[in-house]
């Protein structure tokens, strides 16, 4: 009996020995799959962070591309002779191993082979080859982004379209008051209300945008010549007056003045909104040294529509320039408070060659003049710098988009702006000589100095930002 009770102890013992070990390895198990677990859910984490970067650098180049980047520099992205453009960046700090670095290059989806869809093979396809920023193709671009996390990586794809953005070019204002000298060449001047003074302005050569159907809605895709277009009326001198209406125009008034004396201007070409049916007749004679003949003289609704078919950018795009130029250009709040690429400096109303800085290394930059009060009229920036050449070769490129908000703008002698100028509440004007190869969109527009005004196929090849709309298409995760 004492032998057999012994027995059952040792059982007993083996019994529970092999019950701890069971219980062992499950606990094991258990502890292995929680750490797996947690590991899994710690990559993820870090996976879904660096997709969130990735993300991060698909919109801070868009940003790039609605504030820096010209139109040439986009249509051209990593084809021959122009490199790829590149934005990268550090989430949390320099230090900081959480990055994002996004590349833009020229895309062409329709490609058979995947590796001919990015450039510099897909530099070929139209429009890409093609300067006009108009071309009916749509101009597509892909954005390659790539997040990193210490231990994860991510790779995004966004497509864009790129195109006009529709304000209008060449010189805009509500009203135009001319009473100096200019020199208007290949550029085209357009006001819903009236211009007055015309008689003081030269035109010359043909417009590098617009062409005769934007004005006259009849499929006449060949330049239209510079001129002046009025949704009002025209008056030749700057005091008033008689109209001035094309099929009879005052010959004498056309005169070229300033850069070309003595050569006959285009005003044949000009427009207004005549009140009677005599504008709705062709122009059949013109003064001498004058070729062809407009199909109207009249200028109306309808016509304004076509050629500025969004006069004025929105809140959200002002306050996308305002944010870049305290980033990387000038600004300046009352002429008061300013920055140059986000350091403080002081500067007054007069903006001299010496503010400017390494800005003027810069191929393409912002300067940003706000008031918070009194009147625009009042509140003036009197421009004495230059920023200056157009060309196609990035390196030597210069422009700046010159913002004014509730206030006004005087070119000075000796001055010059190649680019983008808008002064939506108050004046444009001069106190001397100048140049400018830019739109100038403006509350109203003055001419007091000897002004030279222009545009050019290379303004047209390489205009800023603030006129290009970029519309998102397809997004695709690159690594999945």
């Not at 040439?72 to 949390?92: F, L």
């Not at 196609?392 to 702006?417: A, C, T």
């Amino acid at each position: 009996m004492i032998r057999r009770l012994r027995d059952q102890r040792g059982v007993t013992m083996i019994t529970v020995l092999f019950v701890g070990a069971a219980l062992t390895a499950l606990t094991s198990t258990a502890m292995f799959v929680t750490i797996q677990e947690f590991r899994a859910g710690t990559d993820d984490k870090k996976a879904a962070e660096a997709l969130a970067y990735a993300e991060a650098g698909i919109d801070r180049m868009i940003h790039e591309l609605r504030t820096n980047v010209n139109f040439g520099q986009m249509r051209t992205a990593g084809c021959e002779g122009s490199d790829p453009i590149t934005v990268s960046g550090k989430i949390g700090g320099e230090t900081s191993k959480r990055t994002f670095e996004a590349i833009l290059q020229v895309w062409n989806g329709d490609a058979a082979n995947p590796a001919d869809r990015l450039a510099p093979a897909a530099c070929g396809v139209p429009p890409h080859n093609n300067s006009d920023p108009r071309a009916e193709e749509p101009r597509l671009l892909a954005i390659t982004s790539v997040g990193e996390h210490p231990t994860a990586r991510r790779v995004v794809r966004q497509i864009i379209e790129v195109k006009p953005i529709g304000l209008p070019i060449g010189i805009y204002a509500d009203r135009i008051d001319a009473n100096g000298n200019g020199g208007m060449v290949s550029i085209s001047m357009i006001s819903p209300t009236d211009i007055v003074g015309r008689a003081k302005m030269a035109f010359a050569g043909d417009d590098p945008y617009y062409v005769k159907d934007d004005f006259y809605d009849n499929d006449d895709m060949t330049p239209i010549p510079a001129a002046a277009h009025a949704g009002g009326q025209i008056y030749p001198g700057s005091g008033g007056g008689a109209k001035e209406h094309p099929p009879s125009p005052n010959c004498e008034a056309n005169l070229t003045t300033g850069t070309n004396p003595g050569t006959p201007g285009q005003s044949l070409w000009d427009g207004s909104n005549w009140t009677n049916d005599e504008g709705l007749a062709a122009v059949s004679s013109g003064c001498a040294g004058q070729t062809g003949f407009p199909p109207t003289s009249r200028f109306d609704a309808d016509d304004l529509t076509r050629v500025s078919p969004r006069p004025e950018l929105s809140e959200q795009d002002y306050l996308a320039l305002k944010e870049a130029a305290k980033a990387s250009g000038l600004y300046c709040l009352n002429a008061a408070n300013c920055t140059r690429e986000g350091a403080p400096i002081t500067l007054g109303p007069n903006i001299f060659q010496s503010d400017l800085g390494n800005l003027t290394t810069e191929t393409n930059w912002i300067a940003y003049f706000e008031y918070d009060s009194g009147d625009p009229f009042d509140n003036v920036v009197r421009w004495k710098a230059s920023v200056q050449p157009c060309s196609d070769d990035p390196n030597q490129h210069r422009s700046v988009v010159l913002v004014v908000r509730n206030g006004s703008m005087e070119m000075q002698s000796e001055s010059s702006i190649t680019g983008f100028v808008l002064v939506p509440e108050g004046y444009f004007d001069s106190a001397g000589a100048y140049i400018t190869e830019a739109t100038v969109i403006a509350k109203e527009f003055r001419l007091r100095g000897q002004a030279d005004l222009r545009l050019s196929e290379c303004w047209v090849r390489n205009f800023p930002a603030p006129f290009v709309d970029v519309v998102p298409r397809a997004w695709s995760e690159v690594d999945r």
